[in-house]
């Protein structure tokens, strides 16, 4: 099991929103994480749809953070891009792969399940606050960008 690169990029936009503690435009996020626009775009959407985020149009527009970040976890955003996580696909399907046509599932299953589920407390448990202080009890800084959003 890993991160995908669009985790790792939305994980990187929610801190920096987090961090910056203002609204920003998706062009100032694209920036400040490296991360292209039109990717950017597609993470924000999903994002906004899973209420993580939320977005403003027009003058004064762009994004910011639904909740506060002791409320959002590694688990929100991963499943806000990718769905449900699960060591196999019986696991996020609850259909078993190797006895389609059955609907009890295979002794594997509930090892497969219990991993998943300690995998997904420990990523639960893991909130934004938390990620904050990670560099010595202080946000990551982002650097002011000279960016013309409108």
Known sequence: MHLTLEVDDAVRMVDCLNCCGERLCAKEISSRTGVSLRFALKILRKLCAAHVIRSYKGVGGGYELNKRPEEISLLDIIEAVDGKIGLTRC????VCSKNRNSTSMCKFYRLYSNLSDSIRKKLAAVTFDQIS???GNKPIECPPEEI???
């Open 133 to 135: 202080d990670i560099n």
């Open 91 to 94: 696991v996020k399907t609850d």
């Open 148 to 150: 013309k959003c409108n």
